[in-house]
């Protein structure tokens, strides 16, 4: 007990050894550790079934069909039927959003984060970006379907979906990431220390050359590793692709379809693939199939965030 | 060329074993007098005035009426407590306080007799005109070279940057430890290694005045002696405002010195120039009371 010492002058060395000696056991702080680690491994338990079942389900289609059921197409016929159009849908839609709410989102991040000044109308902008992360994803379906399916049409891309396309699914999949995009880019930019910006107009730099030059290579590890992860939110969303018009069902395009038609024709992703075939009448696509997708766009989602990480150790200085 | 980063010659230079490596040592290091009093010369030209000046944060009174003219090729000490502006008067000469946007500084700040605050006057150019060293090291996160070599090229530098970038770290004395591994990050030098470093980069411009915020704050006592050891070799050639909360260091280094004080309002704090003369009449005959009670540490 800290209070056995009296008179520390006087103490010896006995005394001092007695005092400080480790003499109960502190019963709150190992039972919160306790807990902490029983929360973590129900996390752990719950995703290892999910996996494992998944795993175990999708097993058979595997072992029968190996790599054809990767490289082919959509059929009613679950003999024959594979995700390749599927997978090649989900990356176009992330290609669409790469090249959209990437750039879209950062140059946003940087201008709230740089220049707008502390004004009641910027606070508002702030606030309504995050307020529009948490929106329902359901609810960009209704906008891509009432506004970028029909901007899609005006821009000559309808194809024989009449704007309902794979265009208007990626451009509606901008929309539903960009908010996430530019929060992530926000925080990145924000984590920057200010002495680096200071050091930089202490030399004389412009504002354009302090954040091009000091804040933009410090802030981009953080910047991709965020919006990489949208992109698996991107890849992973079905909801908004039902509203605007993805196919649920059989569909291949004409033998003699050029890049063109493909793009603004009948298109369906991964998730949506999944779902379909969850509820075909036919067993076998639900019991095995579905499972073999859910591998297979597992699999997408965990190669796309390996490139993420991979793309940031490269842009992070070692030092 | 080493492959490591050499922490120990670092620490050798750090803890002033250095002299082995430089065989003649400054001697003012050791048998630096209490007070030297600078050289203040009055037919040194007054290169920067502040007549009058008030700085304001929103409504918020920061810093009340400062008069002070800064001569060329002196040191000028600010000194004061924590919260009396000295700071704030000293980021507004280069225009860094234009970075908060509820900053206004009223009076006039003069430099060779043109008001930095007139209407077309550009804070990018003030700043490479009136360079800056801060309080804590703050490096670029690169190499020593691109630290030195980012000021000059952003001006549109056109000479041969290599003996740029040596000659700006011979003058900071700081070539001898660096030379090997200029192309190595800057953050891995030691603190005071890092504020020399600043201090290059902030003369690679040629600037004529040398703003300096605590610039050794943040260092030990050798590390310290460094820098007042090059601030010194520098007065050859810059005009230094420096702000200081150590007194000795202001005895140590300045010509003149600007002894600020802080009035408390209503809770809110607003600075004030107390007393500014001669380093060596402030410090052993002070004018103000205030001043003397700060001096001999009755006060703040």
Same mark, same amino acid.
């Given at each position: 007990?800290?209070?056995?010492?009296?008179?520390?002058?006087?103490?010896?060395?006995?005394?001092?050894?007695?005092?400080?000696?480790?003499?109960?056991?502190?019963?709150?702080?190992?039972?919160?550790?306790?807990?902490?680690?029983?929360?973590?491994?129900?996390?752990?338990?719950?995703?290892?079934?999910?996996?494992?079942?998944?795993i175990?389900?999708?097993?058979?289609?595997?072992?029968?069909?190996?790599?054809?059921?990767?490289?082919?197409?959509?059929?009613?016929?679950?003999?024959?039927?594979?995700?390749?159009?599927?997978?090649?849908?989900?990356?176009?839609?992330?290609?669409?959003?790469?090249?959209?709410?990437?750039?879209?989102?950062?140059?946003?991040?940087?201008?709230?984060?740089?220049?707008?000044?502390?004004?009641?109308?910027?606070?508002?902008?702030?606030?309504?970006?995050?307020?529009? #992360?948490?929106?329902?994803?359901?609810?960009?379906?209704?906008?891509?379907?009432?506004?970028?399916?029909?901007?899609?049409?005006?821009?000559?891309?309808?194809?024989?979906?009449d704007?309902k396309?794979?265009?208007?699914?990626?451009?509606?999949?901008?929309?539903?990431?960009?908010?996430?995009?530019?929060?992530?880019?926000?925080?990145?930019?924000?984590?920057?220390?200010?002495?680096?910006?200071?050091?930089?107009?202490?030399?004389?730099?412009?504002?354009?050359?302090?954040?091009?030059?000091?804040?933009?290579p410090?802030?981009?590890?953080g910047?991709?590793?965020?919006?990489?992860?949208?992109?698996?939110?991107?890849?992973?969303?079905?909801?908004?692709?039902?509203?605007?018009?993805?196919?649920?069902?059989?569909? #291949?395009?004409?033998?003699?379809?050029?890049?063109?038609?493909?793009?603004t024709?009948?298109?369906?992703?991964?998730?949506?693939?999944?779902?379909?075939?969850?509820?075909?009448?036919?067993?076998e696509?639900?019991?095995?199939?579905?499972?073999?997708?859910?591998?297979?766009?597992?699999?997408?989602?965990?190669?796309?965030?390996?490139?993420a990480?991979?793309?940031?150790?490269?842009?992070?200085?070692?030092? | 060329?080493?492959?490591?980063?050499?922490?120990?010659?670092?620490?050798?230079?750090?803890?002033?074993?250095?002299?082995?490596?430089?065989?003649?040592?400054?001697?003012?290091?050791?048998g630096?007098?209490?007070?030297?009093?600078?050289?203040?010369? *009055?037919?040194?030209?007054?290169?920067?005035?502040?007549?009058?000046?008030?700085?304001?944060?929103?409504?918020?009174?920061?810093?009340?009426?400062?008069t002070?003219?800064?001569?060329?090729?002196?040191?000028?000490?600010?000194?004061?407590?924590?919260?009396?502006?000295?700071?704030?008067?000293?980021?507004?000469?280069?225009?860094?306080?234009?970075?908060?946007?509820?900053?206004?500084?009223?009076?006039?700040?003069?430099?060779?007799?043109?008001?930095?605050?007139?209407?077309?006057?550009?804070?990018?150019?003030?700043?490479?005109?009136?360079?800056?060293?801060?309080?804590?090291?703050?490096?670029?996160?690169?190499?020593?070279?691109?630290?030195?070599?980012?000021?000059?090229?952003?001006?549109?530098?056109?000479?041969?940057?290599?003996?740029?970038?040596e000659?700006?770290?011979?003058?900071?004395?700081?070539?001898?430890?660096?030379?090997?591994?200029?192309?190595?990050?800057?953050?891995?030098?030691?603190?005071?290694?890092?504020?020399?470093?600043?201090?290059?980069?902030?003369i690679?411009?040629?600037?004529?005045?040398?703003?300096m915020?605590?610039?050794?704050?943040?260092?030990?006592p050798?590390?310290?002696?460094?820098?007042?050891?090059?601030?010194?070799?520098?007065?050859?050639?810059?005009?230094?405002?420096?702000?200081?909360?150590?007194?000795?260091?202001?005895?140590?280094?300045? *010509?003149?010195?600007?002894?600020?004080?802080?009035?408390?309002?209503?809770?809110?704090?607003?600075?004030?120039?107390?007393?500014?003369?001669?380093?060596?009449?402030?410090?052993?005959?002070?004018?103000?009371?205030?001043?003397?009670?700060?001096?001999?540490?009755?006060?703040?």
């Open positions: 007990m800290a209070m056995g010492l009296k008179n520390r002058s006087e103490a010896t060395t006995e005394d001092v050894a007695k005092a400080i000696r480790r003499s109960k056991v502190h019963w709150q702080s190992t039972l919160f550790s306790v807990v902490l680690l029983l929360l973590l491994l129900t996390t752990l338990v719950i995703l290892f079934v999910l996996l494992a079942d998944i175990v389900k999708a097993y058979p289609t595997f072992q029968e069909r190996g790599l054809s059921f990767v490289t082919s197409g959509l059929s009613l016929n679950p003999e024959t039927a594979g995700v390749f159009t599927g997978i090649v849908g989900s990356l176009v839609i992330a290609l669409i959003v790469v090249l959209l709410a990437f750039p879209i989102g950062m140059s946003t991040a940087i201008y709230l984060e740089e220049y707008a000044a502390a004004s009641r109308f910027n606070r508002f902008l702030d606030t309504t970006v995050r307020n529009l #992360a948490g929106v329902p994803s359901i609810v960009y379906g209704l906008l891509g379907l009432a506004m970028f399916v029909p901007l899609v049409r005006m821009m000559g891309l309808g194809g024989s979906t704007g396309n794979v265009i208007a699914a990626g451009i509606t999949m901008s929309a539903l990431v960009l908010p996430i995009v530019i929060i992530t880019s926000s925080e990145a930019i924000r984590a920057v220390p200010n002495s680096i910006r200071e050091a930089g107009f202490g030399v004389g730099a412009t504002k354009w050359e302090v954040i091009r030059s000091h804040v933009m410090v802030a981009l590890p910047i991709l590793t965020g919006t990489v992860l949208t992109l698996a939110r991107a890849i992973g969303e079905t909801a908004p692709l039902l509203v605007i018009g993805v196919a649920t069902g059989y569909f #291949a395009p004409p033998g003699d379809a050029t890049i063109l038609d493909q793009l024709g009948a298109y369906t992703a991964l998730p949506v693939v999944v779902f379909s075939w969850t509820r075909q009448t036919q067993g696509f639900a019991e095995t199939l579905a499972p073999a997708a859910i591998v297979v766009l597992l699999g997408v989602l965990f190669i796309l965030n390996g490139a990480i991979w793309l940031r150790n490269r842009t992070e200085k070692k030092w | 060329m080493t492959d490591s980063i050499d922490l120990v010659s670092d620490t050798d230079a750090e803890t002033g074993k250095s002299g082995t490596r430089d065989p003649t040592p400054t001697p003012r290091v050791s630096r007098p209490r007070v030297t009093g600078g050289t203040p010369n *009055d037919a040194n030209k007054v290169i920067i005035d502040f007549k009058d000046v008030d700085v304001y944060y929103g409504d918020f009174h920061a810093v009340d009426s400062v002070v003219p800064v001569r060329e090729k002196e040191i000028t000490a600010f000194i004061g407590p924590s919260g009396c502006g000295k700071s704030t008067v000293l980021r507004s000469i280069n225009r860094m306080n234009d970075l908060i946007e509820s900053a206004r500084v009223e009076g006039t700040i003069t430099y060779h007799g043109v008001d930095l605050y007139a209407p077309g006057v550009d804070p990018v150019e003030v700043r490479r005109h009136i360079g800056m060293v801060f309080q804590k090291p703050n490096p670029f996160p690169k190499s020593i070279y691109e630290n030195i070599a980012f000021g000059p090229k952003i001006a549109g530098f056109k000479g041969n940057m290599d003996d740029l970038v000659e700006s770290l011979l003058r900071a004395a700081l070539w001898n430890e660096v030379k090997d591994r200029l192309t190595e990050t800057a953050l891995a030098l030691s603190g005071g290694q890092q504020q020399r470093l600043c201090i290059a980069r902030a690679a411009t040629s600037p004529d005045v040398l703003l915020d605590e610039p050794a704050s943040a260092l030990d050798i590390a310290t002696l460094r820098i007042e050891d090059l601030m010194y070799e520098l007065k050859q050639d810059y005009t230094i405002i420096i702000v200081t909360h150590n007194m000795q260091q202001a005895a140590r280094v300045s *010509d003149r010195t600007a002894f600020f004080s802080v009035d408390v309002n209503e809770g809110r704090r607003t600075g004030r120039l107390v007393e500014f003369t001669e380093t060596a009449k402030i410090f052993t005959s002070p004018q103000q009371r205030e001043t003397e009670d700060y001096i001999t540490g009755r006060f703040g």
